[in-house]
């Protein structure tokens, strides 16, 4: 299986020790792409400058960028302080390469579950974006609004509240009954070149603006959302 590890950043803080953490897997064929304004030489690893000034925190622009440039069909995008797990490799010769889009187990620094494999209750609720869009978008999905009965989500399955933000599935729970309701959080994901070609990011929408939660209203009426719970990232600071 071939990557390309795309990394959005502002600064150099974090990027050895995730480049480290790239390197150490021993992948046959991989690259780095880095989208900001940094000064670092590593192996393998190409570096495209942004002009960060134009907007700030235009980070759709930039993961649009990394597909762009990209080499290899699997797409791993990263926020700047994501790091694998020493096994997130051999992890993935283990689930195979079956996958449109696709998460993995997010650990925090303190160990615990971060934004993975979840639902948003704001989504649930309808959560809607047009505050944020300079041009108006023709959504042709269903949304859930306040009052719809979605008791059907909660039978015969734990789910774990987070914050207000996130709701945890189990990483046994499969996307056949949820496609409609999980998101995937823009900090950590893997898609195929072919499905971000077809649907990129809404540049549109700066960081905060829901954008993840808007890519996957998209892209979930045509690929199914996967979980490969054999590999796993961490968080290198406090979110």
Known sequence: MDFTFGIITINELYLNKIIDSIET????????????????????????????????????????????????????????????????????????????????????????????????????????????????????????????DVSSLYKNRILELDDINTLFLDYDDIASDLQLYIYFSGSYFIAKKNVMNEYPLNENHLWGHGEDVEWSQRVRNKFTFKLNKFSLVKILKKK
């Open 25 to 148: 897997q021993n992948i046959p064929n991989y690259e780095i792409i880095l989208v900001g304004n940094v000064n670092i030489t590593r192996n393998n690893t190409k570096i495209i400058n942004f002009d960060e000034t134009i907007y700030p925190n235009w980070i759709t622009k930039k993961k649009n960028i990394i597909v762009q440039n990209a080499k290899y069909e699997n797409i791993v995008f990263m926020h700047d302080y994501i790091a694998l797990d020493k096994n997130w490799y051999n992890g993935f010769l283990q689930y195979g390469n079956n996958f449109d889009i696709i998460i993995n187990p997010i650990i925090d620094i303190n160990g615990n579950r971060f934004r993975d494999w979840i639902l948003s209750p704001q989504f649930l609720q309808g959560l809607l974006f047009s505050s944020y869009d300079t041009i108006k978008l023709n959504y042709d999905f269903k949304w859930i609004k306040i009052g719809d």
